[in-house]
């Protein structure tokens, strides 16, 4: 299976892990990946897409956000260039961030971050 369509099925698994397990908190795909049309690429850049963001955003109360890039098992350390430059301006912020490729490092973040979740998971 390509790897795309082995991330696009990790992604849609923590969707639903979210929105089951942790329904308090809002989780939502920022869409900058895929091919563009250069006109498209050139207008979608003029309204703030900036390439390397990760794949999720993720918001808790109170006024937490944390963002997690997904990848497929075994390419954690294939980040573009560009996702690792965005990597480097998160940390410089000290924003939460995660490379996960399982559902359970996903799980292994909600729980070092604190995001309330009925999950009984445990590590």
Known sequence: MPRRHIERDLQRAVMNYFKVCCPRAIAVH??????RRPIEAA???TMG????????LVMWPPR???FIELKAPGSANRLS??????HSRLVSID???????SIDEV????RAWGIPSNDRWTA
Do not use: H, M, S
């Not at 920022?30 to 091919?35: E, L, T, V, Y």
């Not at 924003?95 to 490729?101: I, K, S």
């Open 30 to 35: 920022i869409p900058n990946g895929g091919a």
């Open 43 to 45: 207008i979608l850049k």
């Open 49 to 56: 897409v900036v390439p390397g963001v990760p794949d999720l």
């Open 64 to 66: 937490n956000f944390a």
């Open 81 to 86: 260039e560009a996702q690792k430059e965005f």
């Open 95 to 101: 924003a939460l961030n995660v490379v996960a490729t």
């Open 107 to 110: 799980r292994a973040a909600v």
